[in-house]
């Protein structure tokens, strides 16, 4: 399953490049999991309700990543471990890179720094 950054989505909602096609076509296959604290800020630099409601469509029939009790804490944990702030790795960037590894998710994602934090066979392009 394929974890899609929100650099990536918004591509996909801008409809550049062949972000569009190659999404649709995971989506098809029913190979994209959806992870809230990204839908979290795809939704809160929406600019319009209608953009607001694709956001929240696709929030509710995508698969979820679990997102449960201690995942903040847990996240921050290894980002202090691994030095992510001194590598400009914010807590979001964390949780996605925490959240790629506990679920062996592949992290597709246009962030060269989170993705310089990840083994090959944990990210997708």
């Not at 989505?9 to 076509?25: K, L, T, V």
């Not at 995508?62 to 201690?70: C, E, I, K, N, T």
Request: net charge neutral; hydrophobic share 45%.
């Amino acid at each position: 399953m394929i974890l899609i950054d929100t650099s990536v989505w918004i591509e996909f909602f801008r409809r550049n490049g062949d972000y569009p096609a190659r999404i649709s076509s995971l989506l098809e296959i029913q190979q994209v999991v959806a992870f809230e604290p990204v839908f979290a800020e795809l939704l809160y630099g929406a600019r319009s309700r209608k953009d607001r409601d694709i956001i929240t469509s696709f929030w509710e029939l995508l698969p979820r990543v679990d997102f449960g009790s201690g995942s903040l804490m847990k996240a921050a944990e290894m980002a202090g471990r691994e030095e992510f702030l001194q590598s400009a790795i914010g807590l979001v960037d964390a949780l996605i890179i925490q959240a790629t590894l506990d679920g062996n998710y592949r992290l597709w994602t246009l962030d060269k720094r989170v993705a310089g934090r990840l083994q090959q066979k944990n990210l997708y392009s």
